[in-house]
């Protein structure tokens, strides 16, 4: 199947040859005419599905099908919304939107919190087509008086399981409640844990199930290695990885904010230039951080789960857990930054005893042992205890951890069998 076989117009087929894309993906194939002919969509995809096209392109059209037939947005209002969880994920979606809209008659805004309000607040007087927003600003905005939805079609929820994860199901809600009951409703997931699926039965009328399943090729394709080391050691290790690979572009994760400015230091005063990216820093420090790695001018990048989420970096030669992740799928979306569009990735996980729990949650997940491999000087003087295929979250260490958070773990994974 080509693009051009999809029912989109010649504007919209003009910006996506442009862009060099000939092919729909799989999402793209099965969404474009759903959403086209005005249904409801419940899909689980990931970033790297091309997911971000799947909605976009039938949304411009159908907005700008609006518009020749006399629909005009008024002041403040918003034809189509895209909630999003991260500043970045909304940047992105923005962008794409420009790009495939280059042709038409359409007004997008972007707004997310952490910059001043006032020039979203003008943005928005005239009104616009469309409005990628993160939840919280745009509960903001609502409350003064700068967003209306009178004139509301359309309302897409991206990655809906991370702002859930990320708490946003409060304003969530109220936004939903703002919205006129008859609009059309795309839903965006990776996974479809319970909590989504009340979330969408709340939601969606008679939607159309996509279901597309990325991460298994991903994985297979991608060299993985887990370096046993002592928690201590880490940073020494992976300044040792750095210098003897001569690696030039590595893309390290970090479990909290706190750990990616630590390690940010350590690697600076070892010489090698990083960046921290994570939910603390600015829109300016990250945006800024994320262009000089982009560029070469900075070596690593340190960065958590969240602020990684859709960031649009790809092909990494080598991307580095310094710590495992709590949430098994996590692991799957950090390592599918690297050998993407076949070229050859290394994911290396520094793993110390602690971290044993994630450790098996992860290889139940992926379905294989990372094989592992003790660099020379590094031996653990606490051993990390060999796994098995079916290895048991050990109990000891499950009880350090807050309850909550298990709860969730564990719902997590049950979902990711959708
Ligand atoms: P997404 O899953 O939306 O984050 O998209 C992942 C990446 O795939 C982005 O860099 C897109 O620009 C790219 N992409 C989206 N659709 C296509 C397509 N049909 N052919 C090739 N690349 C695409």
Not at 13 to 30: D, M, R
Not at 73 to 79: F, K, M
Not at 181 to 208: C, H, V, W, Y
Not at 349 to 372: D, F, N, T, W, Y
């Amino acid at each position: 199947m080509q693009f051009t076989d999809l029912p989109l117009s010649a504007d919209i087929l003009k910006a996506v040859a442009e862009k060099g894309y000939t092919t729909p993906s799989p999402i793209q194939q099965q969404a474009i005419p759903a959403v086209l002919a005005g249904r409801d969509l419940m899909a689980a995809a990931q970033t790297g599905t091309g997911k971000t096209a799947g909605f976009t392109l039938p949304l411009l059209q159908l907005l700008a099908e609006g518009r020749t037939q006399g629909r005009k947005v008024q002041a403040n209002q918003v034809r189509a919304l895209i909630l999003t969880p991260t500043r970045e994920l909304a940047a992105q979606i923005a962008e794409n939107v420009a790009l495939y809209g280059k042709y038409l008659p359409l007004r997008s805004t972007l707004v997310f919190g952490g910059v001043k309000i006032n020039p979203q607040m003008m943005a928005l007087r005239k009104g616009v087509d469309i409005l990628i927003a993160t939840p919280g600003r745009l509960m903001d905005l609502y409350q003064q008086n700068a967003v209306r939805f009178n004139q509301l079609e359309v309302l897409v929820l991206d990655e809906a399981d991370r702002m859930l994860d990320m708490g946003f199901i409060r304003d969530i809600k109220k936004i939903l409640a703002l919205l006129p009951p008859k609009r059309q409703n795309l839903l965006f997931s990776a996974t479809f844990s319970n909590e989504i699926r009340t979330l969408a039965k709340g939601l969606l009328n008679d939607p159309l199930e996509v279901t597309v399943t990325p991460p298994n090729s991903t994985v297979e394709r991608i060299e993985q290695w887990l370096y046993p080391v002592d928690k201590s050691q880490k940073a020494a290790l992976l300044i040792q990885q750095i210098n003897e690979h001569k690696w030039q572009q590595v893309l390290v994760f970090t479990k909290t904010k706190h750990g990616a400015n630590k390690l940010t230091l350590q690697l600076e005063k070892a010489g090698i230039t990083a960046m921290a990216i994570h939910g603390n820093k600015s829109q300016n420090a990250r945006t800024k951080a994320l262009a000089e790695f982009k560029a070469g001018g900075v070596r690593v990048l340190v960065a958590t789960d969240i602020a990684a989420r859709g960031l649009d970096i790809q092909q990494l030669p080598q991307v580095v857990n310094f710590e495992l992740p709590n949430v098994p799928e996590d692991y799957v979306h950090r390592i599918g930054r690297t050998g993407r569009a076949g070229a050859a990735g290394l994911a290396v996980s520094l793993v110390c005893a602690e971290e044993l729990k994630e450790l098996v949650g992860i290889e139940r997940l992926i379905k294989q042992l990372l094989p592992r491999q003790v660099i020379a000087g590094f031996t653990p003087q606490q051993p990390l205890p060999v796994t098995t295929a079916n290895s048991k979250a050990p109990r000891a260490v499950a009880a350090k951890r807050p309850q909550a958070r298990d709860h969730r773990a564990g719902q997590r994974s049950v979902s990711q069998k959708h």
